[in-house]
């Protein structure tokens, strides 16, 4: 989320914006996915008004392109619906945070929300099936691995692999520096 998105000599890649002017597409840049904002935080309301960021309107779908492409091919279009998900921000709750937010503040359109519900719903139902097959310990075990063996071919095959140990490793760090504290405390006292 920003007053002003610029988007510059850029390729291949996807941005869901909570902005209330148009992207700015400049340089060689190609091949860009606009959408909406898809995530939220605790402090977020509180850091869109330190911003000056208003829920709407919502500009994020109409870039102004200041790029000339060499091929004539489109250098962004709007994110079908069905590859718009929610970004899970990986930070704990702080309960001593007051107002907190507790979802993603900017209007999402219809066809994007609609696509959310689907997918909840799908796993609602996946997971129901699951629960009736009433597997044996052996068999869940088995199944639990076959997920876990195709969703790392998964994260192998998109370039997401790299993301989650990333992820694992701000994780640690983040545990290691709550912890440095309480050490160096009980080590002083």
């Given at each position: 989320a920003a007053r002003q998105v610029?988007?510059?000599?850029t390729h291949d890649s996807s941005f869901n914006l909570g902005t209330n002017q148009p992207p700015l597409i400049l340089g060689d840049s190609r091949n860009l996915s606009l959408g909406p904002y898809n995530t939220y935080y605790d402090l977020l309301e509180q850091h869109l008004e330190e911003a000056g960021v208003a829920r709407e309107p919502q500009?994020?779908?109409q870039p102004e392109v200041a790029v000339i492409s060499e091929n004539g091919a489109a250098v962004t279009c709007q994110l079908p619906p069905e590859q718009f998900l929610p970004f899970v921000v990986p930070f704990r709750r702080d309960p001593k945070v007051a107002n907190t937010t507790m979802s993603n503040p900017f209007p999402v359109p219809e066809p994007y929300a609609q696509a959310v519900e689907d997918n909840v719903r799908s796993v609602a139902e996946i997971r129901k099936k699951v629960k009736q097959a009433n597997l044996g310990d052996p068999e869940r075990h088995e199944l639990q691995n076959c997920i876990q063996v195709h969703f790392k071919d998964w994260l192998a095959s998109t370039g997401n692999l790299r993301q989650?140990?990333?992820l694992a490793m701000l994780e640690r760090e983040a545990d290691m520096q709550a912890?440095?504290?309480?050490?160096?405390s009980?080590?002083?006292?």
């Open positions: 610029v988007i510059s000599n500009a994020w779908s989650i140990y990333d912890r440095a504290p309480s050490e160096s009980q080590e002083t006292g």
